[in-house]
T-cell receptor, first 113, second 114 residues
Framework: EPEVTQTPSHQVTQMGQEVILRCVPI?????FYWYRQILGQKVEFLVS????????KSEIFDDQFSVERPDGSNFTLKIRSTKLEDSAMYFC???????????FGQGTRLTVV | AQSVTQLDSQVPVFEEAPVELRCNYS??????LFWYVQYPNQGLQLLLK??????LVKGINGFEAEFNKSQTSFHLRKPSVHISDTAEYFC????????????FGAGTRLFVKA
């Protein structure tokens, strides 16, 4: 069964460093999303991406964040200068045209030290 | 805008007992409703979804949920839980106007005791 794949599963980075989280969505999906879950808190929407552009973003998704689909298969989330409060689980999700739900990856746990 | 309220942050229950995890939502537009499960150190897995039609929906692992439009609720139930059901359960909604932006509740930790 096709699935959304995220790498790495766990990343530790120093405060102020740039980090790129990678996702391979399901191949025929056209809608892509990033969510985050701070430890012990709810899953929060960050950004949605469709037709090679951001379609919606939350207030969390400030100038420190960016997304890119550099080729036909990857979808990345970049955090330019990480802060301690960026420590969280980051989930990628994708959805296909005409469907009603998104499929989530296993997540990348980002730890900023 | 949409919001989801999960009324219990933690639900302890003995093995083989029934359980209900409560969820209420608010939305200015029609929504699809979902329950996701997150096992320790794992990602989100879809348990079940309500799109339209019958208000009782069945999902994986013996779970079911009932949509109640008048009460804007979507409670999750299982008649007999197992130790392996110990996990975090998230209720979620997505507007049916297109796209897949999903709004999650805060989660309910189900703890099944032997």
């Amino acid at each position: 069964e096709p699935e959304v794949t995220q790498t790495p599963s766990h990343q530790v980075t120093q405060m102020g460093q740039e980090v790129i989280l990678r996702c391979v969505p399901i191949s025929n999906h056209l809608y892509f999303y990033w969510y985050r879950q701070i430890l012990g808190q709810k899953v929060e929407f960050l950004v949605s991406f469709y037709n090679n552009e951001i379609s919606e973003k939350s207030e969390i998704f400030d100038d420190q964040f960016s997304v890119e689909r550099p080729d036909g298969s990857n979808f990345t989330l970049k955090i330019r200068s990480t802060k301690l409060e960026d420590s969280a689980m980051y989930f990628c999700a994708s959805g296909r045209q005409g469907a009603v739900e998104a499929f989530f990856g296993q997540g990348t746990r980002l730890t900023v030290v | 805008a949409q919001s989801v309220t999960q009324l219990d942050s933690q639900v302890p229950v003995f093995e083989e007992a029934p359980v209900e995890l409560r969820c209420n939502y608010s939305s200015s537009v029609s929504v699809y409703l979902f329950w996701y499960v997150q096992y320790p150190n794992q990602g989100l897995q879809l348990l079940l979804k309500y799109l339209s039609g019958s208000t009782l929906v069945k999902g994986i692992n013996g779970f079911e949920a009932e949509f109640n439009k008048s009460q804007t609720s979507f409670h999750l139930r299982k008649p007999s839980v197992h130790i392996s059901d110990t996990a975090e359960y998230f209720c979620a909604v997505s507007p049916n106007t297109g796209g897949f932006k999903t709004i999650f509740g805060a989660g309910t930790r189900l703890f099944v005791k032997a």
